[in-house]
T-cell receptor, first 115, second 111 residues
Framework: EPEVTQTPSHQVTQMGQEVILRCVPI?????FYWYRQILGQKVEFLVS????????KSEIFDDQFSVERPDGSNFTLKIRSTKLEDSAMYFC?????????????FGDGTRLSIL | SQQGEEDPQALSIQEGENATMNCSYK?????LQWYRQNSGRGLVHLIL?????REKHSGRLRVTLDTSKKSSSLLITASRAADTASYFC???????????FGKGTTLSVSS
């Protein structure tokens, strides 16, 4: 069964550094998402992406965050200048249709640790 | 906030018993979805139930939806140790562009 893959599985970064989290969505999916989960807390929506542009973003997704689909397969989340509170699991997801019609398929996440 | 909220927060049962988890939400919905998360892993979709459906089955899973009470329940029958995980309900935001998750129920099934 097709899967969403995320790399790296664990990223350790110094505060203030830039970090790029990578995702390969399921190949025929058109909708892409990033979520984060701070340890022990709920999964929080960050951003959704369709047709090469952001379709929705949460208040968490401030100017320090950006997303890109640099080619036909990858979907990246960049945090420009990391803060301690950015430490979390970051999940990428994709769906073939919008969320009103289909479930989302999640990767296993990248654990981001900011020192 | 239209977030779903699960109840109970934690549930411990023996193998073979049934587990019931409840979810409440605040606004009107198009659909409600249930996901499972094993420790250290991503979320796995279990069931999507649309607002015009009242009940849906998938194997040992049964989901009900009561839009008048803005609530849903997930029943796992004849539980197994492998069912040990966190279970989340999720609603879709008004724009249909994001899932809004509750805090989840942590289920522990002991053999």
């Amino acid at each position: 069964e097709p899967e969403v893959t995320q790399t790296p599985s664990h990223q350790v970064t110094q505060m203030g550094q830039e970090v790029i989290l990578r995702c390969v969505p399921i190949s025929n999916h058109l909708y892409f998402y990033w979520y984060r989960q701070i340890l022990g807390q709920k999964v929080e929506f960050l951003v959704s992406f369709y047709n090469n542009e952001i379709s929705e973003k949460s208040e968490i997704f401030d100017d320090q965050f950006s997303v890109e689909r640099p080619d036909g397969s990858n979907f990246t989340l960049k945090i420009r200048s990391t803060k301690l509170e950015d430490s979390a699991m970051y999940f990428c997801a994709s769906s073939g249709q919008g969320t009103n019609n289909q479930p989302q398929h999640f990767g296993d996440g990248t654990r981001l640790s900011i020192l | 906030s239209q977030q779903g909220e699960e109840d109970p927060q934690a549930l411990s049962i023996q193998e073979g018993e049934n587990a019931t988890m409840n979810c409440s939400y605040k606004t009107s919905i198009n659909n409600l979805q249930w996901y499972r998360q094993n420790s250290g892993r991503g979320l796995v979709h279990l069931i999507l139930i649309r607002s015009n459906e009242r009940e849906k089955h998938s194997g040992r899973l049964r989901v009900t939806l009561d839009t008048s009470k803005k609530s849903s329940s997930l029943l796992i029958t004849a539980s197994r140790a492998a069912d040990t995980a966190s279970y989340f309900c999720a609603t879709v935001n008004q724009a249909g562009t994001a899932l809004i998750f509750g805090k989840g129920t942590t289920l522990s099934v002991s053999s």
